[in-house]
């Protein structure tokens, strides 16, 4: 009897694991795994998504390698690797730590403030950024006269020499808010009593940020890196309604480059889309593996 129970008991153990994995392995299965197969697939096919498909090998990540619009392109994206990662997480750590150490009357509005950009929509930003940056009547160039500089109707997302550097304030914008609440919630579990220690002995407010703040909250700081990092290679959508690549490619990405090759207007290839998909995997695999080689996951204690 006591036998028999315990096999009930565990059937049903059984039963209840198998109903709270299956559904969401299922769609992990069906929604990420399938596809990602199907694109190895398709990265040796010649196929436009129309006509018969035709299997050409390897010839696809011969053409990629070769082709000069993808190093281009792969080249702004470490033009924004360089920029975004490291301007987003010091300003959200340096306006995290002004709320969480300052005390400043109204916080509660400030977090609201800075946290506003994360609500709005990539579209929604990138459109009020066309519009701070249109020639004729952008906020900018009104802000620049104010100074005395007569810049005329100049475009910077229509110039080369200016447009790659003037798609990183929108990203950097967009993406602040997000990264401020997580190191505010982070920051608040550090006891005061270090903070009020280091003022003792006499310590900055910049020495408390980098000697007491940054290495208790180091964990955090290098998963926000690694999406960070992550997203700037993956992320175009941006770029896609601000300039689409333009002008002549002067701020084409990886990922625009791709699905423009699946989905523009000229000759649509989804096999050589899905080569450089499959390139563009395993770099951020590699980037994954330089994050945990150069950033150890060290917890601190206190």
Same mark, same amino acid.
């Given at each position: ?21 299956? !559904? ?8 990420? &795994? $399938? !596809? ?12 436009? *998504? ?8 390897? #010839?696809?990540?011969? $053409? ?9 392109? /792969?080249w702004h994206n470490l033009i924004y690797l360089l920029m975004i990662p490291p301007l987003v997480i010091l300003l959200s750590l340096f306006l995290a730590y002004l709320l969480t150490n300052k005390g400043y009357k109204g916080s509660s509005l400030f977090k609201v403030l800075f946290f506003? !950009?994360?609500? &709005? ?12 940056? #249109?020639?004729?009547? *952008?906020? &900018? ?27 990183? +304030? +929108?990203s950097v914008w967009g993406m602040v808010g997000f990264y401020f609440v997580i190191f505010l919630n982070a920051m608040s579990t550090i006891p005061k009593s270090l903070y009020e220690a280091a003022t ?15 290495? /208790? ?8 890196? /690694?999406? &960070? ?16 690549? *333009?002008?002549?490619?002067?701020? #084409?990405?990886?990922? /625009? $480059? ?7 207007? =000229?000759?649509?290839? $989804? ?14 695999? =590699? ?16």
């Amino acid at each position: 009897m006591h036998i028999s129970w315990r096999r009930k008991e565990k059937v049903q153990k059984l039963i209840f694991i198998l109903i709270a994995i299956v !559904p969401a392995f299922g769609g992990y299965v069906l929604f990420t &795994l $399938y !596809p990602n197969l199907l694109s190895v697939y398709y990265s040796l096919l010649d196929w436009n *998504g129309i006509s018969a498909k035709k299997f050409v090998g390897l #010839d696809n990540f011969k $053409y990629m390698f070769q082709d000069n619009y993808v190093w281009r392109a /792969l080249w702004h994206n470490l033009i924004y690797l360089l920029m975004i990662p490291p301007l987003v997480i010091l300003l959200s750590l340096f306006l995290a730590y002004l709320l969480t150490n300052k005390g400043y009357k109204g916080s509660s509005l400030f977090k609201v403030l800075f946290f506003f !950009p994360n609500v &709005l929509s990539t579209v929604a930003i990138s459109m009020l950024w066309a519009f701070i940056y #249109d020639g004729t009547f *952008g906020l &900018l160039n009104g802000a620049i006269r104010l100074i005395g500089i007569d810049i005329g109707n100049f475009y910077w997302l229509g110039e080369k020499s200016t447009a790659l550097a003037a798609t990183i +304030p +929108p990203s950097v914008w967009g993406m602040v808010g997000f990264y401020f609440v997580i190191f505010l919630n982070a920051m608040s579990t550090i006891p005061k009593s270090l903070y009020e220690a280091a003022t003792l002995e006499g310590a900055t407010h910049m020495n408390k940020l980098f000697k007491i703040t940054v290495p /208790l909250i180091m964990p955090i700081v290098r998963v926000a890196a /690694l999406f &960070l990092m992550l997203g700037v290679f993956k992320g175009f959508e941006n770029i896609l309604i601000l300039t689409n690549g *333009g002008p002549s490619g002067a701020t #084409d990405v990886i990922g /625009l $480059y791709m699905f423009n090759t699946a989905f523009g207007s =000229g000759v649509q290839n $989804y096999g050589y889309a899905s080569a450089i998909g499959m390139f563009l995997f395993v770099i951020m695999v =590699g980037a994954k593996l330089i994050i945990d080689r150069f950033a150890a996951n060290r917890s601190a204690e206190f």
